[in-house]
């Protein structure tokens, strides 16, 4: 069973960085894309970043040049960089893998970031 964890979530104030990691139990190079969503309380869950198995990234409006989506291939993880953080950033963020042949999508746990004014 495919598994991917995630790391680095915390509470950290208004203007502050922080980094999230999400690490596949499998090879991370089969993925088609990976991407960090995140849900708010009482919101639906949202599309945060996308990085693509051949490197290229999408971000959300509301966290372009804030957000950087980066794969490690050393490390095997795909890392979420956070910085100028708002409070309305506050939310789980889960990892997300997909993959063809076959076709699956996979979840993470989640992570919890807090973001205090």
């Known amino acids: 069973q495919v598994q991917l964890v995630e790391s680095g979530g915390g509470l950290v104030q208004a203007g502050g960085s922080l980094r999230l990691s999400c690490a596949p139990s499998?090879?991370?190079?089969?993925?088609?894309?990976m991407s960090w969503y995140r849900q708010a309380p009482g919101k639906q869950r949202e599309l945060v970043a996308t990085?693509?198995?051949?490197?290229?990234?999408n971000y959300a409006d509301s966290v372009k040049d804030r957000f950087t989506i980066s794969r490690d291939n050393g490390k095997k993880t795909v890392d979420l960089q956070m910085n100028s953080l708002k409070p309305e950033d506050t939310a789980v963020y889960y990892c997300?893998?997909?993959?063809?042949?076959?076709?699956?999508?996979?979840w993470g746990q989640g992570t919890q970031v807090t973001v205090s004014s």
């Open positions: 997300n893998a997909v993959r063809t042949r076959p076709n699956a999508s996979y």
């Open positions: 499998i090879n991370i190079f089969i993925f088609n894309a």
């Open positions: 990085i693509t198995g051949g490197g290229s990234t």
